[in-house]
């Protein structure tokens, strides 16, 4: 509520009023017509203003993720679901990491029986091609997972790196934040800190969140992935997803990056199902 002037000018048979104040409107009404006028400043302000409160909202939260490729996607989305406060931050501006581009920029992924059912909760058609081997198209799977993840409450903020990690008494204690284009341009600009009950690095291969706290505090030792061997690395990226140093949980390909384990390529059942391992043990402890 505030101070608000009702300005009623006429013209060539139009009223036109405007609300000055904290509620700014142009309405013009003609005949029976009511009309809105767009105001450019409005525009402005609107967003600003539900940007600060949904930010302020992601500053103190239950769980604080970086990366929104299928590992992040899926560990929010679990984590939502059961009511969590959740909060991912995305370095670029899409959403879905390296699902996009299936196979070779193939549009096309493949899953196993035992991880399809995640897809399928998202709406996502899952073609059967015999011999235990199942494919969906990439970007339908990157859409609604990314919807779902946002139905289920979880704040998405794209455009946004996590580059550094809060410690408090030797845990980590949240992320420390930045516009993407601020660390693409190199400017000198101080970041931003939010506190989480647990974070997750769900960065992919280069399991940056890990090698920060690594290259920071010595608390953790990153081994790198190795090369090529999908059974072997969709069995590993589940195994190997946990709490890699107090506070961190690590999720997809950043949990074998972390471990030492093998990529796997466009088969992706194993990100899926490490994102909803992820989720189930921080919701144990939440
Ligand atoms: O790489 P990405 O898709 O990770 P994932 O969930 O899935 C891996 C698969 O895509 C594929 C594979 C499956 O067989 O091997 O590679 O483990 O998504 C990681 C996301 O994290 C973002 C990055 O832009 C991508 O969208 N990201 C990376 N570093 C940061 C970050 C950072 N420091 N801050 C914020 N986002």
């Known amino acids: 509520m505030g101070l608000n002037f009702l300005i009623s000018i006429k013209i060539h ?13 142009t309405f013009k009404h003609s005949k029976n017509n009511l ?14 203003e539900r940007f600060s409160r949904e930010f302020l909202d992601a500053l103190d939260v239950d769980v604080a993720i970086a990366g929104a490729g299928p590992s992040g996607l899926v ?43 995640i897809l ?22 990157v859409s609604k997972l990314c919807a779902l993840a946002i139905d289920a409450g979880v704040k998405i903020f794209n455009s946004m790196s996590v580059e550094d990690v809060l410690i408090k008494n030797k845990r980590v204690n949240g992320f420390v934040i930045n516009w993407s284009a601020v660390e693409i341009a190199k400017l ?75 990529r796997m390529g466009p088969i992706f059942g194993g990100m899926l199902l490490s994102g909803k391992k992820a989720a189930e043990i921080i919701m144990k402890k939440l």
């Open 188 to 262: 000198h600009v101080d970041p931003l800190t939010v506190r989480a009950k647990y974070c997750i690095d769900a960065t992919g291969h280069a399991a940056e969140v890990c090698r920060i706290v690594e290259r920071k505090t010595g608390e953790l030792k990153v081994k790198g992935e190795k090369s090529m061997d999908a059974a072997d690395g969709e069995k590993t990226v589940v195994e190997n997803t946990k709490e890699a140093c107090p506070g961190l949980y690590v999720a997809g390909m950043a949990a074998n990056a972390v471990f030492g384990s093998p």
């Open 35 to 48: 009309f809105f006028v767009i105001d450019d400043i409005m525009i402005s302000r609107k967003i600003f």
């Open 120 to 141: 399928e909760e998202a709406g996502v058609r899952v073609k059967d091609e015999g011999d235990g081997y199942f494919t969906a198209d990439s970007v339908e799977c």
């Open 13 to 25: 048979g139009c009223v036109i009023k405007y609300i000055m104040g904290n509620e700014r409107q």
């Open 75 to 117: 560990a929010g989305k679990y984590l939502g679901k059961s009511g969590k406060n959740v909060v991912i931050f995305e370095r670029k501006l899409s959403v879905g990491g390296g699902m996009w581009g299936g196979g070779m920029n193939f549009p096309v992924i493949v899953v196993q029986e035992k991880s399809k059912h």
